[in-house]
């Protein structure tokens, strides 16, 4: 099993010489009348590389000039109905296809304190308890995301057998367990946390202090179908 100095170094390693992460958590969005160019250039772009045709090949299809196609992409200028039609016909997309985006609803979900759905999750031993708290589906961000409060009593099976593909994200907040990922051991107590490759065989490998709890999320994305 891993030190929590070895875990450290392992972190500090892995973030040695990466630029920080380029996505800020407080930014906010212009209000949402003001993104309907953006919305409208994201879909033409997404569309004409689907087609797998350059900025100058939509140009030459739709004689808008490349630097009017380079703003209209970029969100920094609001196309004319006759330019949308003309992008429209050249990518073979309704007119509407270009709003999809911007009308598209932005969805919450809120789950009170004991309501998460209790389910058996594909390849559930006995005494493993799954409340789901929480889905989206077809979102925005081309990922799903399940997050799940797990409960190991006494009548837990021990099992290193979960294997799909995606991410997980583990979180201890009671008990304790020994927790495998591959070939690895982590002594997992309240307040540590786990983050790992999900194609790799993992699961409970000792329950040490029951009853144990812990949120595990794991992420995969949004097309294809997990295991």
Same mark, same amino acid.
């Given at each position: 099993?891993?030190?929590?100095?070895?875990?450290?170094?392992?972190?500090?390693?892995?973030?040695?010489?990466?630029?920080?992460? &380029?996505?800020?958590?407080?930014?906010?969005?212009?209000?949402?009348?003001?993104? =309907?160019?953006?919305?409208?250039? @994201?879909?033409?772009?997404?569309?004409?590389?689907? +087609?797998?045709? *350059?900025?100058?090949? =939509?140009?030459?299809?739709?004689?808008?000039?490349?630097?009017? +196609? &380079?703003?209209?992409?970029?969100?920094?200028?609001?196309? &004319?109905?006759?330019? =949308?039609?003309?992008?429209?016909?050249? +990518?073979?997309?309704?007119?509407?296809?270009?709003?999809?985006?911007?009308?598209?609803?932005?969805?919450?979900?809120?789950?009170?304190?004991?309501?998460?759905?209790?389910?058996?999750?594909?390849? *559930?031993?006995?005494?493993?308890?799954?409340?789901? +708290?929480?889905?989206?589906?077809?979102?925005?961000?081309?990922?799903?995301?399940?997050?799940?409060?797990?409960?190991?009593?006494?009548?837990?099976?021990?099992?290193? *057998?979960?294997? @799909?593909?995606?991410?997980?994200?583990?979180?201890?907040?009671?008990?304790?367990?020994?927790?495998? @990922?591959?070939?690895?051991?982590?002594?997992?107590?309240?307040?540590?946390?786990?983050?790992?490759?999900?194609?790799?065989? @993992?699961?409970?490998?000792? =329950?040490?202090?029951?009853?144990?709890?812990?949120?595990?999320?794991?992420?995969?994305?949004?097309?294809?179908?997990?295991?």
């Amino acid at each position: 099993m891993k030190s929590k100095r070895e875990t450290a170094e392992q972190l500090e390693q892995a973030h040695s010489g990466r630029a920080p992460f &380029s996505q800020d958590p407080h930014a906010v969005r212009e209000p949402k009348e003001n993104n =309907l160019e953006m919305a409208i250039g @994201h879909e033409v772009r997404a569309y004409r590389k689907k +087609l797998g045709i *350059t900025v100058t090949d =939509l140009a030459a299809a739709t004689g808008i000039s490349l630097g009017m +196609l &380079s703003k209209i992409e970029n969100g920094n200028i609001s196309p &004319s109905l006759t330019t =949308l039609q003309s992008l429209s016909r050249a +990518l073979g997309v309704p007119l509407t296809a270009f709003f999809r985006r911007f009308e598209e609803p932005r969805n919450a979900v809120f789950v009170k304190a004991g309501q998460g759905i209790e389910l058996e999750r594909r390849g *559930t031993r006995a005494g493993h308890q799954y409340n789901l +708290l929480g889905h989206i589906d077809n979102n925005t961000s081309g990922v799903i995301v399940e997050p799940y409060l797990i409960t190991l009593t006494t009548d837990s099976d021990i099992f290193p *057998t979960f294997q @799909h593909e995606g991410m997980e994200f583990l979180y201890m907040l009671e008990g304790e367990v020994v927790y495998r @990922h591959g070939d690895q051991l982590f002594q997992m107590q309240p307040g540590d946390s786990l983050f790992f490759d999900a194609d790799a065989p @993992h699961g409970p490998e000792e =329950l040490v202090k029951l009853p144990s709890k812990y949120l595990s999320i794991i992420s995969y994305p949004q097309q294809s179908s997990k295991s």
